[in-house]
């Protein structure tokens, strides 16, 4: 009998994670005795009764590289360690079903799984493994947001569709001389931010590591209208904040869901500027889920690809516990308890802050 890796997509969707599955199932392809199966809806697949595994072989993934989402599904609620269940009055609260989760694996034959998921899923991947399963993780966020890796799949997709949005922005903004803002993700990073705002040509950028000042921002503001540029562009990532206050989110009361659900600082910053009376129209645009729909672009291609390859190549070397990493030029393996310990925040000496300050971009310090 073969041996089977078990392959699932958790978390948020990202441009890429078709590309890891192709690439996992086309190395295996070159062992004789490994099999893919894939779990639907992250663990779910394997939760429920009845499981909802699929075999993933070379048919059933042919030229799926080039789609976005995942053919496996993917889920951010619940998962083995907080499976939701409702109670005789009809309250909802959480359980861990791990030890559960481990035998239903042993039971379906699985030698080995590879996590593809970010910080939430990882740190899912080292509870198991701390448990004893046999267990490799594959990082993904467009957010870039994992310190343990140069660059995250996904990320430059989302910078794509940002960019694009920039430009397409600056040509209604220089026709109505109004100023516009744009509301990228990225959570409590600014990576998506301020590269788009670099590649767009923006006016000021706005990103969670460096809190504004409105003033400043007015002033940049004023500036430009008082050249005669009545037109501005103005990048807010979801999780800018400003110097005297706190990122606009909501609570979410979805079962399982731990996310706190950022949305809404570009709302508010137009409120702030509406305020201030700077004499042109303002208007704000949020992007939302378009970052993360559609076709990875080809880096992406590429970095999920390799990813692909070296995690089910770490499965051959049992290096399980570990998580693939890019680490220009090399991809590697990273324990998963270090790469889960630290945020990547884009540091305020880095050379891209550099390079936006040195394009005159207001950061509202
Ligand atoms: O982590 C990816 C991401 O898209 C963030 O940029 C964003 O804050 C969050 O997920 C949105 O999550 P959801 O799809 O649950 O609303």
Redesign the pocket.
């Known amino acids: 009998m073969k041996k089977r890796v078990l392959v699932l997509t958790g ?2 969707d ?1 441009p890429g994670l078709n590309a890891v599955i192709r690439a996992i199932v086309k190395r295996a392809g070159q062992e004789r005795d490994w099999e893919v199966i894939g779990s639907i809806n992250a663990f779910d697949g394997v939760l429920n009764e009845p499981t909802e595994i699929v075999v993933l072989d070379d048919k059933k993934v042919a030229g799926i590289h080039v789609q976005g989402g995942t053919i496996i599904g993917t889920t ?1 609620k619940g998962g083995p360690l907080a499976w939701p269940i409702k109670d005789k009055d009809g309250n909802w609260s959480t359980v861990d079903r791990s030890d559960d989760l481990i035998r239903k694996l042993q039971y379906l034959g699985v030698d080995a799984v590879i996590n593809i998921g ?1 910080d939430g899923s990882q740190r899912i991947s080292q509870k198991l493994f701390e448990k004893g399963l046999n267990i490799i993780g594959v990082p993904k ?3 870039n ?1 994992l310190s343990a890796t140069d660059f995250t799949f996904g990320f430059q997709t989302a910078v794509e569709v940002a960019t694009d949005a920039v430009d397409k922005l600056v040509t209604t903004a220089a026709s109505h001389n109004r100023i516009l803002i744009v509301e990228v ?3 409590y990073a600014g990576w ?1 931010a301020l590269h788009a705002a670099i590649a767009g040509g923006a006016e000021v950028c706005l990103i969670p590591e460096i809190p504004y000042n409105i003033d400043k921002i007015k002033q940049r503001l004023h500036e430009r209208i008082d050249k005669g540029r009545g037109f501005a562009i103005i990048v807010v990532a ?1 999780g800018a904040k400003p110097q005297e206050g706190t990122m606009t989110y909501r609570t979410s009361n979805e079962v399982g ?1 731990e ?1 706190i ?3 809404g600082a570009g709302h508010k910053l137009l409120q702030e500027l509406k305020e201030m009376d700077l004499g042109v129209d303002i208007r704000e645009t949020i992007l939302g ?1 378009l ?2 729909g559609g076709i990875p672009c080809a880096y992406d291609r590429i970095l999920a690809t390799q990813f692909g390859v070296k995690a089910f190549e770490l499965v051959l070397q049992k290096k399980f516990g570990h998580m693939v990493a890019y680490n220009f030029p090399k991809v590697i393996a990273v324990p998963i308890k270090e790469a889960i310990d630290k945020y990547n925040f884009i540091k305020l000496d880095s050379e891209i802050i550099n390079t936006a300050r040195g394009m005159n971009i207001n950061l509202g310090d």
């Open positions: 978390g948020g990202c951010n970010g966020t467009i957010d947001d993700m990225g959570r998506i979801e869901y996310n659900r950022l949305g889920h970052q993360r």
